[in-house]
């Protein structure tokens, strides 16, 4: 069995719920407690928001990457980022890891294809929805992306960064994220990916018929799935 390393901190909600997804999901396929070992490294999230904030991306890319070499270190087989963000950095972390990284772009394409979904709608941070590196990973998987309007891609933002992230669950900005999901829904999304690892502190299941795809959980099983391959 495989060690599992999370780079965690980003936010520490989001942390919580890759440990929470991965430990739940073993014992209800296997019914006891030998899951994989897990190594977790909090970096510090305010400094990581500040640096790609600053526009010092490189600086911010490279905290990211000690940080895997640090769970390379500790005795992790492989990593995983455990927010959605940061994987503008994917490709450059990657390249220059220890070890392999799982994507969470690659992990929510995987289960968009297996459902026969083409067409996603996203829910993020801003700089999630206005990069482009989320939609054209989504491309090259065949999907389309569907991105909310601009005065709705910062009431987002602002959900998740001044509420999601410190731990503020409210009833009403989960109405106002749904309204959000069903005008992309009205564009076309057969799917709303939560884009966010946070998102789903308070959004579940599905709004009608569509689903709502947790990225955090899906990320997290896959990571559990390579922790117990050979």
Partial sequence: ??????????????????????????????????????????????????????????????????????LHAAGADFALISANTPHMFFDYIASNSPIPLISIIDALAETLKKDNVRKVGLLGTKFTLTGRFYVEKLKKHGIEAIIPDPEDVEIVNKIIFRELTVGLIREESKKQLEEIAKKLIRKGAEGIALACTELPLLLKGTIGKVKFYDTAKIHSIKALELALSN
Avoid: D, Q
Avoid at 22 to 41: D, H, L, M, Q
């Fill in 1 to 70: 069995m495989k060690t599992i390393g999370i780079v965690g901190g980003l936010s520490p909600e989001s942390t919580v719920l890759y440990y929470t997804n991965i430990v739940k999901e073993y014992r209800e396929r296997y019914g006891n407690e030998n899951y994989p070992k897990i190594i977790i490294y909090s970096i510090s999230f305010g400094k990581f928001i500040s640096l790609v904030e600053e526009n010092r991306l490189r600086e911010a890319a490279n905290m990211l990457l000690e940080a895997v070499k640090s």
